[in-house]
């Protein structure tokens, strides 16, 4: 919008029919469109883009019930890869493997996210002011009889200026002069940017190296989502599916007696970023590249990642692996003796693991990353085969009904909180055969079945991270300063450019939960533990958290927590090298904007408003002539009567 707002007519667009009004024959352009979200398509908005002289200042996208029946994500998920990352299939990585970029994963997006529109997008969830605005309409904007309405007409100002221009480059370039040169910088645009979350079995030293004969299993998944409109972004299958389970499989394994035991360590680890070309895994890559990081990539013996899981088809989990790094004989037995682990795990549990064929490229995954820098024996675990079981990939509609979740009616929420569904214990299924296959992997020799995902706890973190974050158990487990973050809005996790995130704070505190200890120390010699005798603050961290309500009474009763759970910067490291057009890293920013506002009028016909401005000139002019006549004639008009004096007789 530009820097002053924009000013249309507003008409409902319910059907295809009504479009024609707004891009030919309505006679009052240009429009403020109140679009359903039946409509909500790229050819519609082709048509407003192209529609020449008749501009359409704006789309306000109306979200009603029957809205779900469109997506808006791209046809083909690895889209931007292709624009700023080229992923691990390009002819950087083999010629002879270009072709696989073809991949369809997401037949059934449109890659309206992606494209650029002159005019602005807003979002309209709450049906009030849906109603307010329909109603103005229809007071004074129907079309009666095929001709048009007569005025005065209900019109729309839209404010919802973007400070930044054209690109990253360009706003990025114009914000670091405006910071060198001015004492008030005005920032234009800022980069995305949060924290990876991470942990490990073993406890390593953080700010140290781990060997280099020290081998680590890398589990990943990401943690972030994103759609069309800003700061919408549910992901409940594209994101909290897998990183759900992650964590359910992270505490089942932490749950084994022997874990200290085993030969080799295993790293949890939680991206951020990774729906903008992968922020969080380049930049775990880049660190550990450049020994910014206690792991090096020689370090790494396999990696595990979990993608979409949450809509099985008969139980099929699909293992997908990389055809170029296994045509290195020692990778490709590497890779077999995982995939043969993983299918052993799933024996007597309701998940059945199928591979794809071999000459299949990866998914769109962090893994991808990692597999640019070297050959890594691994696998990405999904629901699918080719394409996406997902219909809402990267949609505002991700929500919990996408993956079944459903719950009895008249339950409280506490209630809620603890229902285990359907959805919560087929996740739990994956995550055991996870951490079972885990642990043999790690070389644990025992027998697996103790090994065992928890749906409860499943349960729990679906409802937290899908429904409702602020809930009596994750108020139980974060830091007393930290309880802002659990708001009372529906849970959304975009990775922003203010860290952290909502949901980089709830999973670095969710893990620590399901796989720290509780220590008997108290508040002040947990919030400074290199005080405490023998706290090896280089291997743990310490987090003094609210916990739970006192049944006796309304305070509650914190303890101390120690976990091997750490942060790490998830910012691309184009900006830190300062290579704004690079097309190895990701380069996205997000503009700056003062605020964005509306407001409802009625305007007059541009006869009346002539009219008015003609008499109001004309008025004018009288007014300064009368001015300059009685000023020049004040002394006539104004004068002072004469003293009548003294009377003669």
């Not at 270009?98 to 369809?104: G, S």
């Not at 494209?115 to 309409?137: G, H, M, R, S, V």
């Not at 929420?413 to 229902?419: D, G, V």
């Amino acid at each position: 919008a530009s820097i002053s707002g924009d000013t249309g007519v507003i008409h409902v667009v319910e059907k295809e029919e009504d479009l024609n009004w707004v891009l030919t024959d309505g006679p009052h352009p240009p429009y403020m469109v109140l679009l359903d979200g039946n409509l909500f398509n790229r050819s519609v908005f082709t048509s407003f883009s192209h529609n020449g002289a008749r501009s359409v200042f704006a789309a306000i996208f109306s979200a009603g019930p029957t809205s779900p029946t469109v997506w808006f994500s791209h046809p083909d998920s690895d889209f931007a890869h292709f624009f700023l990352f080229p992923g691990v299939y390009s002819k950087d990585y083999g010629p002879e493997f270009a072709h696989c970029n073809n991949t369809v994963w997401n037949p059934v997006g449109s890659g309206l996210s992606y494209e650029d529109f002159d005019f602005p997008i807003f979002l309209l969830e709450d049906a009030n002011e849906t109603q307010i605005i329909k109603q103005c309409y229809q007071d004074h904007n129907v079309p009666r009889d095929g001709s048009g309405p007569e005025y005065p007409l209900c019109a729309m100002q839209l404010f919802s200026h973007m400070h930044a221009v054209t690109s990253t480059v360009t706003c990025m370039r114009r914000s670091s002069l405006q910071s060198t040169f001015s004492i008030n910088p005005e920032i234009v645009c800022d980069p995305l940017l949060d924290y990876n979350v991470w942990s490990t079995l073993q406890p390593i030293n953080s700010s140290g190296k781990v060997d280099p004969d020290k081998e680590v299993i890398i589990v990943a998944t990401r943690i972030d989502s994103h759609s069309f409109f800003w700061n919408i972004a549910p992901g409940a299958e594209s994101a909290v599916s897998s990183f759900v389970t992650h964590l359910a499989a992270a505490e089942a394994l932490h749950k084994a007696s022997d874990v200290h035991l085993l030969q080799r360590n295993i790293m949890f680890t939680f991206f951020q970023g990774e729906t903008f070309d992968y922020i969080g895994s380049s930049r775990m890559v880049y660190d550990m590249e450049k020994d910014k990081f206690p792991l090096r990539l020689d370090n790494i013996h396999s990696f595990v990642e979990l993608n979409q899981v949450a809509l099985r088809n008969d139980m099929s989990l699909w293992m997908h692996t990389d055809p170029v790094s296994r045509m290195n004989d020692t990778v490709n037995a590497q890779v077999s003796n995982l995939l043969d682990i993983l299918s052993s795990s799933s024996v007597g549990a309701n998940v059945t693991l199928k591979e794809v064929g071999s000459s299949q490229p990866l998914p769109p995954s962090s893994f991808q990353r990692f597999l640019r820098a070297r050959h890594i024996p691994g696998v990405v675990l999904t629901d699918h085969r080719t394409a996406f079981q997902n219909r809402y990939y990267q949609s505002m509609y991700d929500t919990p009904e996408n993956i079944r979740m459903q719950y009895p009616e008249g339950l409280s929420p506490e209630e809620t909180l603890e229902y285990v569904t359907d959805t919560a214990k087929s996740l739990a299924d994956v995550a055991t055969v996870v951490a079972r296959a885990l642990y043999r992997l790690a070389g644990g020799a025992n027998n697996t079945s103790a090994i065992q995902a928890d749906p409860k706890t499943v349960s729990r973190m679906l409802y937290g991270f899908l429904i409702k974050m602020n809930n009596s158990w994750f108020q139980s487990i974060i830091k007393p300063d930290l309880k802002g973050v659990l708001g009372d809005d529906v849970p959304q996790h975009y990775v922003a450019v203010s860290s952290p995130v909502n949901t980089t704070y709830l999973v670095q505190y969710v893990l620590a939960n399901l796989t720290g200890t509780v220590v008997n120390l108290t508040k002040e010699e947990c919030l400074n533990p290199e005080k405490t005798p023998n706290s090896e603050k280089e291997m743990y961290d310490y987090a003094w958290v609210q916990g739970s309500l006192d049944p006796n009474s309304t305070s509650r009763v914190p303890y101390c927590v120690r976990s091997t759970v750490h942060l790490s910067k998830a910012l691309s490291p184009a900006f830190e090298l300062r290579q704004w057009g690079s097309t190895e890293y990701s380069t996205w920013t997000e503009s700056r904007w003062k605020e964005i506002r509306a407001r409802i009028f009625l305007v007059a016909s541009k006869e009346l408003e002539i009219i008015t401005l003609v008499v109001g000139i004309i008025i004018l002019v009288f007014s300064l002539l009368a001015t300059y006549f009685i000023n020049a004639k004040a002394d006539i008009l104004f004068s002072i009567p004469r003293d009548p004096g003294a009377v003669a007789y």
